[in-house]
């Protein structure tokens, strides 16, 4: 298979032409001015990007570049920059580049379909992504190569954005084939990831609808890992040529040591910690923190010195942080902590430090290989809920859920697992955030009627539910539950979330949450339990660092995480303060939570159910096959952490 010229070789002639000019311009003028200085250096910076195949840095080169011309040839060479981000799906960046750019009202002279695009790409950075959609939709067609192949990976983007992941997976099958070979590599995986967040059902009726049969074959795949994984090779014998073959992806689904990607730290060197010290996270970062420099003392790093950088807010501070890092020789990097920071980490050279992202990849998008994921997911314990309720012997529930962004996460992370299991989603609703009085959608979802008409109110619930899922915070599950037992639910199983408990003891503000179960970190049952847990003196350290315990206890499983990565990466599991801590191989980090039920205000240890067990079938394609799963969890249970700022 011939390979396929890259979107950055294709502009590397009109760059060189242009350098020809400004070079020519030099010599006719020997003296030069701070502005000749600064195109020179801009164009050291575009040699330098394109000897380095960085198309980041080419893109911001073009933009200083720009910065120096005038015209026509101004406007340019800021489509230029543009484009360049979009064509390495840099679109961070390309959204900061848009608010630099000063040409637009010259870019319809220019070219009216990549004026189109700039301008839906400008409405996404002033944060309309709808409209940004509309517009790229509204383009005329045909396009010519380039631009249509930037029109894709836009719309893919977006509707990943928007929370459509299946529309999105559709447009990364449509530019495959307009990437180079690399660069498919990498959409296969953004691909890959967008159908994981697919329900398996309508995975299934889109498989059977579409006409495509190239997209068909991924829907196809993407059911066959989550169901039936041992047919991976049916599905490689029926769908030959197809491209998840060709790039590696299928054998990296079938491999018997999936973890390649990912190696083991070297045995010296120092830590570098990313976190931000700005103002607005200065709680965050000085619990995170705590709980690094508490699990270092106690020999988590085997002695390795720690260094911390301000990472600041936005991606260019988490580069330079990794900079400075880099320049200090670490090993390992713990960080950063913000999502629009991660992409910073695909810097790492071949052989660089491990590091250890606090947080995982936004919603349609990955992280760069070779890189470990830990966060604190609303999700992962969703899934967590699925799971302990199906052990518990539930096969019934209903999700009585908050009306946000959260709200629908977890609602859908839950209900996707608990279908997967073989449960049935009998019933729904939701509140809206602020709301106090939940009578209406109580009175509908438990279908509340009474034993008579006359004398005291005495409800009768539906009898077709085993138990409810309460996707809300602590806040919003202490007005919940009291109208749950009003409405006759008293005695219904009722399951939260972990974020539904700050692990800070509080008897008043919990006495309204009794009977619902969590999932929860070992060492917040600490602070309910005698001065016999082995865990109670760190979280009375904990207790010292701040008011979310939760917090310092992640940034200690952080260096812990660190300290036996090589043995994690072998199939091992760590218990850490959060959880029993695994990495899949993925590099995605795994938390098996604790339970407990509050109880009169207090919270209170659960014990797994007597024999209970999850059952064999698949549960997601989150998990590749080939690894030891931690005791008591599903082989393939999934994780796909999306939490912190």
């Known amino acids: 298979m011939p390979t396929r010229p890259s979107p950055l070789a294709h ?5 060189a032409l242009l350098a020809t000019l400004l070079t020519l311009g030099g010599c006719a003028q020997m003296a030069t001015s701070p502005q000749d200085d600064q195109r020179q250096a801009a164009q050291v910076e575009i040699d330098q990007a394109i000897s380095a195949e ?6 911001r080169a073009r933009m200083a570049l720009s910065q120096t011309l005038a015209g026509a040839a101004r406007a340019e060479q800021e489509l230029n920059a543009l484009e360049t981000a979009i064509d390495a799906h840099e679109l961070e960046l390309a959204r900061a580049l848009y608010q630099q750019a000063d040409t ?12 189109g695009i700039a301008r839906g790409l400008g409405e996404w950075s002033s944060g309309n992504p709808e409209q940004a959609r509309r517009t790229i939709h509204r383009l005329p067609l045909p396009l010519d190569p380039d631009s249509e192949r930037r029109r894709l990976i836009l719309l893919g983007a977006l509707e990943a954005e928007l929370g459509n992941p299946l529309t999105a997976a559709r447009y990364y099958d449509a530019v495959d084939e307009r990437l180079d070979d690399n660069a498919r590599e990498t959409n296969h995986a953004r691909l ?9 059902d309508q995975l299934r009726r889109e498989a059977e609808q579409t006409g495509n049969r190239q997209f068909a074959g991924w829907l196809e795949l993407a059911l066959t ?8 090779d049916r599905w490689t014998a029926s769908h030959r040529g197809h491209p998840a073959i060709e790039s590696g992806l299928v054998a990296m689904l079938g491999a018997t040591e999936p973890m390649g990607q990912l190696t083991a730290p070297s045995q010296t060197g120092p830590v570098g910690v990313l976190l931000p010290e700005g103002e607005r996270y200065a709680g965050i970062t000085r619990e995170i923190r705590a709980g690094i420099e508490y699990a270092r003392d106690n020999g988590a790093l085997g002695g390795r010195e720690v260094l911390f950088y301000d990472s600041g807010s936005d991606r260019i501070g988490a580069s330079a942080a990794i900079e400075q890092a880099q320049r200090a020789g670490v090993a390992l990097i713990i960080g950063p902590l913000l999502k629009e920071q991660l992409g910073a980490l695909a810097a790492l050279p071949p052989g660089g430090p491990l590091a250890i992202a606090l947080n995982s990849a936004p919603a349609g998008d990955s992280l760069p290989g070779g890189v470990v994921s830990f966060s604190l997911s609303p999700e992962q314990d969703a899934v967590a809920v699925a799971q302990r309720m199906w052990t518990d012997g539930h096969r019934r529930a209903a999700i009585f859920s908050a009306d946000h962004q959260l709200g629908e996460r977890t609602r859908e992370a839950f209900a996707n697992e608990f279908e997967l299991l073989g449960g049935e989603v009998v019933d729904r609703a939701r509140f809206a955030s602020g709301q106090t009085d939940f009578s209406g959608e109580l009175r509908t979802l438990l279908r509340v009627r009474t034993k008579s008409d006359d004398g005291p109110f005495q409800p009768i619930i539906r009898d077709d539910l085993d138990a409810i899922f309460l996707a809300a915070s602590g806040d919003e599950l202490a007005l919940v539950v009291p109208q749950l037992d009003y ?11 972990g974020l539904a408990y700050n692990g800070n003891r509080d008897p008043r503000g919990d006495a309204d949450k009794n009977g619902v179960i969590i999932p929860i970190a070992p060492l917040l049952l600490a602070g309910t339990a005698g001065p016999e847990n082995p865990l109670r003196i760190t979280y009375e350290r904990a207790q010292l660092a701040g008011p979310l315990p939760r917090l310092f206890a992640f940034g200690a499983d952080a260096a812990a995480l660190a300290g036996r990565m090589e043995m994690l990466l072998q199939g091992g599991t760590l218990d850490g ?9 993925t590099g995605v980090v795994e938390r098996q ?3 407990g039920q509050f109880r009169q205000g207090l919270i209170q240890p659960v014990d797994p159910a007597p024999g209970a067990a999850l059952p064999g079938s698949l549960t997601s394609p989150a998990r590749l096959p080939g690894t030891t799963p931690p005791a008591g969890q599903d082989a393939n249970d999934p994780s796909q952490p999306t939490s912190m700022p």
Do not use: K
């Open 487 to 497: 409405f006759g639910a008293e005695e219904l199983p009722r399951y939260g979330l």
């Open 192 to 200: 890959w990831n967008l159908l994981t967040e697919v329900p398996a």
């Open 54 to 59: 960085d198309p980041a840095a080419l893109a």
């Open 104 to 115: 637009q009202a010259r870019w319809d002279t220019i070219n009216s379909r990549r004026a």
């Open 11 to 15: 502009s590397v002639t009109r760059l």
């Open 225 to 232: 890992y989550r169901q039936q994984p041992g047919q991976i």
């Open 593 to 595: 939570p604790r339970w």
């Open 577 to 585: 303060l959060t959880g029993e801590l695994s990495v899949t191989p």
